[in-house]
């Protein structure tokens, strides 16, 4: 759900801001790639660098320049010159992520989806809480006793 709001808001925005007759297939495989990265990032152990980035606390691990330079390639391959595909992303790679920022700073209800929070649960489906009680249930309720199970592999 959060994914597909996330493509429909980055394909609108960049229906909005790039130029040229391709602007529709460049703005629908941009926006694949942009969830594309997310979810890369989210399922590769990147749930930190996402949520520093989407709350304006860092570059998400270079996923800017990341998607500013498959941006430019996507315009290439869509008949743009490579000057003019390289300014583009440029200029359009900050402006998405700094539109999705907005969208996850705001308290709007019509921007309820993008919560933070539920990032965790899209990070391979199971947050923290999740795996200590999948442990407890292996242990038996003793989730304690892991540490000493594991010492005992080591005698």
């Given at each position: 759900m959060m994914m597909d709001l996330l493509k429909k808001m980055v394909m609108q925005q960049l229906i909005s801001k790039v130029t040229g007759a391709a602007s529709g297939a460049v703005a629908e495989q941009g926006a694949g790639v942009f969830v594309s990265m997310i979810q890369e990032k989210l399922t590769g152990g990147g749930l930190g660098d996402i949520t520093a980035l989407l709350s304006g606390q860092g570059d998400g691990g270079n996923m800017i320049s990341g998607f500013q330079e498959k941006?430019?390639?996507i315009m290439q391959e869509?008949?743009?010159?490579?000057?003019e595909a390289t300014s583009q992303a440029t200029g359009?790679?900050?402006d998405i992520f700094n539109s999705v920022k907005e969208k996850f700073a705001s308290t709007d209800d019509a921007d309820a989806g993008f919560d933070l929070s539920a990032l965790a649960g899209l990070a391979g489906g199971a947050g923290l809480?999740?795996?200590i009680g999948g442990a407890k249930d292996l242990l038996g309720g003793d989730v304690g006793g892991l540490l000493g199970k594991a010492k005992g592999l080591f005698k």
């Open positions: 941006l430019g390639s869509q008949g743009m010159s490579a000057d359009i790679a900050p809480g999740d795996v």
